[in-house]
């Protein structure tokens, strides 16, 4: 660029800048008025820039490829850093670039490092550097929010092959920095590998970025179109041509071109973005360059274990193997996030591995609890060959999760109706607290490798977490209501990290609280009569009552109350002694009550008084829903111990016994295939048990006894309707599906649904009987419109939904059109001037002219019938040329619409 023009373009591109940061009135605009004025103003700057560097080709074909990351510095400030790659040989160098912070104001920063590559490919690093007095990169913001940081800079290399005119359209990349006091304070992801690759014609060609996060947040990946000067696409930018296709995998970030079918230079461009407990907080933009040559060459294979996890404190070991197809020699080298942390970084030894056609490199790495993250490390394997004219690449991703060791130690033991948890604090101290796990019984489960937190098919329920790690004790009192005697609890503790990571699952630990109180057993319906509707209560003693600490004499005294919660406890007996543990409630009528009824048994020493209660347990209440040909069951339990299945009971009309007619594992039953209004009775009978040992088993219980009788409530399915308009006789023939051949069995009539507009309600037109009749012809004076539905009835009056509603309007037929000759001659043929056949007219407005204008004929019949008099004299009209204005007032689904006609007519007697 000349001196002469690089001033004219850096006076323009200054004087639009002053321009635009001025109101009207000389005030500086807001953001939103800037952000509008600028937008405009750039395509005003873009078109300066493409009419002063259309004479640029030889002197400013520079950028091929660039990106911009940051890093979060402290509260609101951030540090900004450009790379880009350019064209070693143009004099179009950029000592400095200018970047968009996004809040309405910008920087120039210095460069702080050139590297000459092979290939005429320079390397530009634009970092903060005080040492060098670089210092522009650091930018602090008023507040949160969401800002694009972006960067242009005329201009492109020449000769891209996907972007027309490539030399004259500038370089634009952006990253989005969202500032969120919620989500926390965030870095950007730097890409490892370099954004300049090369590939062959008709050969696989895969590009990983190596893309790495500080934070440990999840990346995703998507294909962009290039873009140029203020962000927009740039027009006539294609993706690369492929023989198969071209894409990015999401996951992984890998480039996929299947398979590159034209050499040279190509520009993509991709996003990667960043996701923080399932929310976009960032995103970089890479834009960057491939070329493709006419090669005879295969890119090396790298063989490498999959995916694998480690436990934070050990050393993970593999080896990497490179083999060129070609007897090439080979490079393998590495990249990712585990060579990136701080503390204890992993290595390759060699490094990087150097030979003829094989290489092996082998991987290490001292794992520390600082590596804990819950989305995996990434390690990018780089084989490369030394083949002439170019060297081929190949990639290898392996994804390590590092784990945080399990608490260990875990105890359990029963104090009260309570259950004590100990374990020794977790290894790694980046954990910000423990989450805890319970079951009723063993589950036996053991985690396998890579296996993090408690999954749920262990049966294991979360019941509560802290968040502090030094805290190694817990107390399960079940939030207040305490633990139930009778079962066996086991538990299982984790370590929780910020970002979602979990670690191992601790030991099985479990206890059983002590039997110091009685254990209810059984609230039923009392099996020696079930018709009696007595109740039957039972109760386990308290074998491990401290007699001497807690002296006799002892009492049960057993409460009730109605419904199942036991919300209304009151005493209704009491047992001296600890051996009488049954009781049949002869108070109570389950069958006729209506509702279940609950009980507790509370244990007491007339010496010392209150000790200790049962848990409530209510009895079996069964419920019944009637429905077509089914009974529906349920029976929710409300009971202390497990129930492990259900036998379902029934007594057929007529019968005198009850017989087992199936079992669920679930509260409920659906017995289907019975008779409408035949009379069914059912009881169930509860097989469960306490999970603690010692205690009766399998414990049974049984319910009141239920009646029922299925009724017809179901309606058939809607039939599928049809319509079919026969325009001779203006009538609609209706046709329709009989849902008793293929959903129903006892449809026993139709009602048919009528609208003469759409969207006015339906009213009923007819019906029509029997079900087999599924036709119906509609006349409606001559008018066609209107929308039809059908509904079927069943024997007991159900009635099915609507079936589709069909509409038919008046184009349905041949709309209303006039001839243009008629022979009123008393011949006995075409003596009447009258319309064609039409169906759907109100009315009409039929006014006919002679040639001078005046009326011989008016009418509203939509007929007409002129029989070529005049109107008023009956005077023969004499042979000629008539005109006529005919408004026609249509019905149509809309409502009457007028149409007006305009035509001659040729009246001839001879």
């Known amino acids: 660029m000349s001196f002469i023009q690089e001033y004219f373009f850096v006076d323009v591109r200054e004087r639009i800048r ?214 927009i696409d740039i027009p006539g930018f294609t993706q690369p041509m492929a023989s198969n296709s071209f894409s990015i995998n999401p996951v992984t970030g890998d480039v996929i071109w299947d398979s590159p079918i034209m050499q040279g230079e190509y520009n993509i461009a991709f996003v990667v973005e960043e996701w923080r407990n399932g929310v976009k907080i960032g995103s970089v933009t890479r834009d960057m360059q491939i070329e493709i040559l006419p090669c005879n060459n295969t890119p090396p294979v790298i063989t490498v274990i999959t995916d694998t996890c480690v436990t934070a404190g050990e050393i993970l ?55 804990v993250q819950k989305q995996p490390y990434q390690v990018f394997l780089k084989a490369t060959d030394d083949d002439i004219p170019i060297n081929l690449v190949s990639y290898k991703t392996v994804s390590i999760t590092v784990i945080c060791p399990p608490p260990e130690n875990l105890t359990a033991e029963a104090i009260g109706s309570t259950i004590r948890l100990n374990w020794d604090k977790v290894a790694c101290d980046k954990a910000k607290g423990y989450r805890f796990f319970r079951r009723i019984g063993e589950s036996g489960f053991v985690p396998e490798v ?88 039972a109760w386990s003693k308290p074998t491990e009552l401290d007699t001497i600490q807690i002296p006799g004499p002892y009492q049960y005294v057993l409460y009730r109350s109605e419904g199942s919660a036991g919300s209304n406890l009151q005493p209704i007996t009491t047992f001296p002694g600890l051996d009488d543990t049954l009781f049949i409630d002869q108070g109570i009528d389950l069958n006729q009550s209506g509702i279940p009824f609950s009980y507790r048994v509370a244990l007491e020493s007339l010496t010392f008084g209150f000790i200790g209660n049962s848990q409530t347990a209510a009895s079996i209440f069964l419920r019944l829903t009637e429905t077509d040909e089914e009974i529906i069951l349920s029976f929710q339990p409300f009971v202390p111990w497990l129930n492990e299945y259900y036998v379902i009971y029934r007594k057929d009309e007529g019968a ?46 049984y319910s009141q006894i239920a009646c029922g009788r299925p009724v017809d409530d179901v309606p058939p399915c809607p039939p599928e309707l049809s319509v079919e308009t026969n325009c001779d006789i203006a009538i609609n023939d209706l046709a329709w599906t009989n849902p008793n051949e293929y959903c129903a069995d006892d449809v026993a009539k139709y009602y048919i649904f009528f609208s003469p507009l759409q969207g006015v309600d339906f009213i009923l037109l007819d019906s029509v009987s029997p079900a087999t009749n599924t036709t119906y012809a509609h006349f409606n004076n001559g008018n066609i419109t209107g929308c039809y539905a059908v509904v ?96 026609v007032h249509e019905l149509t689904l809309f409502g009457v619409i007028a149409r007006e006609l305009r035509g001659s007519i040729t009246l001839l007697t001879d």
């Open 18 to 231: 002053y321009y635009i940061s001025l109101a009207p009135g000389g005030r500086i605009l807001t953001n939103f008025g800037f952000q509008t004025m600028h937008i405009a103003l750039k395509k005003i700057l873009f078109i300066c820039y493409s009419l002063l560097l259309a004479g640029l080709q030889a002197y400013g074909t520079h950028q091929r490829a660039a990106e911009i990351t940051y890093r979060h510095i402290s509260g609101l400030t951030y540090e900004a850093k450009i790379i880009t790659y350019t064209y070693t040989p143009s004099p179009a160098d950029r000592p400095a670039l200018d970047i968009q912070w996004g809040d309405g104001t910008s920087s120039t920063l210095m460069r702080t490092e050139k590297i000459n590559l092979p290939d005429n490919v320079s390397k530009n690093v634009y970092e903060y550097r005080p040492e060098m007095g670089a210092v522009t990169n650091r930018h602090t913001y008023s507040s949160p929010g969401t800002y694009v940081l972006y960067m242009e800079d005329p201009n492109r290399n020449y000769g891209v092959v996907n972007i027309p005119n490539s030399v004259n359209v500038p370089m634009y990349v952006e990253t989005i920095l969202v500032i969120n006091p919620f989500l926390g304070f965030n870095n950007s992801p730097v890409l490892l590998n370099p954004p300049i690759d090369v590939g062959c014609v008709n050969q696989l060609f895969i590009h990983n970025p190596g893309a790495y996060d500080i934070d440990g947040d999840s990346l995703s990946y998507r294909l962009v179109n290039c873009k140029t000067f203020g962000g």
């Open 317 to 371: 070991r593999f080896d990497a193997t490179a083999i060129d197809p070609d007897g090439n020699k080979v490079t393998l080298d590495a990249t990712g996030g585990p060579f990136e942390v701080l503390e204890s970084p992993a290595y390759i030894d060699p490094d990087p591995a150097f030979g003829n056609d094989t290489v092996t490199t082998a991987f290490t790495w001292h794992t520390v609890c600082s590596h």
């Open 450 to 537: 890579c296996q993090t937190g408690v999954p749920p098919f262990t049966g294991y329920v979360m019941i509560h977490e802290n968040d502090d790690i030094n805290i190694t004790s817990f107390i399960d009192d079940d939030n207040g209501a305490g633990l139930i005697h009778g079962n066996r609890y086991c538990y299982m503790v984790i370590a929780y990290f910020l970002d979602g990571a979990e670690s191992y699952a601790s030991n099985e630990a479990c206890a059983t609280l002590k039997r110091d109180v009685p254990v209810i057993t059984n609230v039923s319906n009392d099996s020696t009569d079930l018709t009696m509707g007595y109740g039957f209560i």
């Open 656 to 701: 005198d016994i009850f017989d087992s007619v199936g079992f669920s594992l679930q509260p409920l039953y659906r017995d289907l295939g019975l008779v409408n209004d035949r009379q069914y009775c059912y009881y169930v009978k509860s097989v469960g048990k306490y999970t603690a040992p010692g205690f009766v088993t399998p414990i049974i219980n």
């Open 792 to 887: 079927a009835i069943d024997s007991t009056g159900n009635q099915s939904e609507f079936s589709n509603i069909v509409c038919v309007d008046n184009d349905a037929c041949s709309v209303y059109s006039l001839p243009n000759v008629f022979t009123p001659n008393d011949d006995g043929r075409n003596d009447l001037f009258r319309p064609f056949p039409y169906t759907s007219v109100e009315k009409v407005q039929m006014t006919i002219f002679n040639r001078w204008g005046n009326i011989v004929y008016e009418t509203e019949d939509p007929d007409i019938n002129w029989d070529g008099k005049h109107y008023k004299t009956n005077v023969k009209c004499s042979d000629g040329v008539y005109f006529y204005v005919c408004i």
